[in-house]
């Protein structure tokens, strides 16, 4: 990475960024930002990822969050960015949309990192950390139905299956049930509430997780549609990419990592041929693998940023093949749950 016209990533236009940026070195490396283009930051955050390909190169970049607070936030970037940087209020999965509308497409690069920011869990008013107490709300964008919605509505059955696909809790069944019956009692509002109703069940020794924490991952992204929103922002690169652009996607959990590693690999594989046609079949590959499997953090980033210890970085370049039809794309989604609404004790 250089760092060109006086904008340097630890230092960067508006000041030093609120927090690390995971494997900000490698996301780098494979979007290798060039002079004059053109770029989707669809995950803005506290800007992290914006601030360094700004400094990478006299470049421009669309930095879409749908979370307020962070586009608030962003203003004092934006006024130092001279006119290269735009901010979008909207969703990611839009990002071809909103590039068209801003006049910004085609685009020569997509950064997305998947999850919650560190500044969101750092908030207890957020309500997205069992580490500190606050209301159990957990929405990005500070509207539509919260946590404790999802936890006072659902049955049993549904919370369970919630809690089994989007966390991968095996305790599920039982996490589900002792909610329904603590709720019998008395609402669930307060994220510590719930912290402590999952821990008289789930069982965890020393050093290893919080007994909440898968809990709290399926309900944030239940609540928040994040595998919907990731499934139909990966399709929307594809479309708003030109030949030769780069999408860099930075996850954090198995569900997020599975969906993009289907999806690239999908989009990277050439046609079946068959022997009883001269010709292959299927559509041509729509994107070239950049990075062969995915990339992990270095000890030293580890170490320095804990959060970090679960990414994994997955990057491709666009072909000249138009974009394949999205009808197959719901399939990488988890099955729904058998009822989503309804609240049965």
Same mark, same amino acid.
Request: proline fraction near 7%; include cysteine.
């Given at each position: ?6 904008? #340097? ?41 914006? &601030? ?19 586009? +608030? +936030? ?13 901010? @979008? ?7 071809? =949309?909103?590039?068209?509308? &801003? !006049? ?12 919650? *920011? ?23 964008? +500070?509207?539509?139905? %919260? ?10 059955? %549904? ?10 809790? &095996?305790? /599920? ?12 009692? @008395? ?16 069982? /965890? ?18 609540? !928040?549609? =994040? ?10 690169? =594809?479309?708003?990419?030109?030949? #030769? ?19 690239? %690999? ?7 041929? *068959? ?15 950049? +990075? ?11 170490? #320095?940023?804990?959060? *970090? ?37």
């Amino acid at each position: 990475m250089t760092t060109g016209h006086g904008v #340097g990533p630890a230092d960067a236009a508006g000041g030093p960024a609120r927090h690390l940026p995971v494997m900000l070195r490698e996301v780098l490396a494979h979007l290798a930002p060039k002079e004059a283009g053109r770029y989707v930051d669809g995950t803005f955050g506290a800007g992290g990822y914006t &601030r360094a390909i700004l400094a990478a190169a006299d470049c421009r970049v669309l930095a879409i969050d749908r979370d307020p607070t962070a586009i +608030a +936030a962003g203003q004092e970037l934006v006024a130092a960015s001279g006119g290269r940087l735009l901010l @979008a209020h909207d969703r990611f999965s839009r990002l071809d =949309e909103i590039a068209a509308e &801003r !006049n910004f497409a085609p685009l020569d690069g997509v950064v997305l990192d998947i999850g919650v *920011s560190s500044m969101q869990l750092d908030e207890a008013e957020r309500g997205f950390s069992f580490r500190r107490d606050g209301p159990l709300d957990m929405r990005m964008a +500070a509207s539509g139905p %919260s946590a404790a919605d999802l936890v006072a509505e659902l049955d049993e059955v %549904s919370l369970a299956h919630v809690i089994w696909s989007l966390g991968e809790e &095996r305790q /599920s069944r039982a996490i589900a049930k002792a909610i329904v019956k603590a709720r019998a009692e @008395a609402p669930i509002t307060r994220t510590a509430q719930l912290a402590e109703i999952v821990s008289r069940v789930v069982w /965890s020794k020393p050093g290893e997780v919080h007994p909440a924490t898968r809990t709290f991952q399926a309900l944030r992204i239940a609540v !928040n549609e =994040e595998l919907d929103e990731l499934v139909r922002a990966l399709a929307a690169a =594809e479309r708003a990419l030109k030949p #030769g652009g780069r999408l860099v996607v930075v996850t954090f959990h198995s569900l997020e990592d599975r969906i993009v590693k289907t999806f690239l %690999s999908h989009r990277a594989k050439a046609p079946s041929a *068959s022997r009883h046609l001269p010709q292959a079949e299927g559509p041509e590959p729509s994107f070239r693998l950049v +990075a062969k499997g995915a990339v992990e953090p270095g000890p030293d980033e580890v170490a #320095g940023n804990p959060r *970090s210890r679960s990414a994994k970085l997955r990057a491709a370049e666009r072909t000249e093949a138009p974009a394949h039809p999205g009808g197959d794309l719901m399939g990488l989604l988890p099955a729904p749950p058998p009822q989503r609404h309804g609240r049965r004790r």
